[in-house]
């Protein structure tokens, strides 16, 4: 049995694929992120240990 769809039907993807493209975007963004806030927050408190 063949199925057929009309031009421009949306196939609605599988959860766990779209469960993986949303981790991949935050672990993306996270990678810049994360760090610049540790940075940030080293920088902090070398400066309130140093004063």
Do not use: H, N
């Not at 935050?26 to 940075?39: N, Q, V, W, Y």
């Amino acid at each position: 049995m063949e199925s057929s769809y009309a031009i421009g039907t949306l196939v609605q993807p599988a959860q766990g694929l779209s469960l993986l493209i949303v981790w991949c975007l935050l672990a993306g963004f996270s990678e810049k992120m994360i760090p610049g806030i540790l940075t940030r927050k080293a920088k902090q408190a070398a400066d309130s240990a140093g004063s």
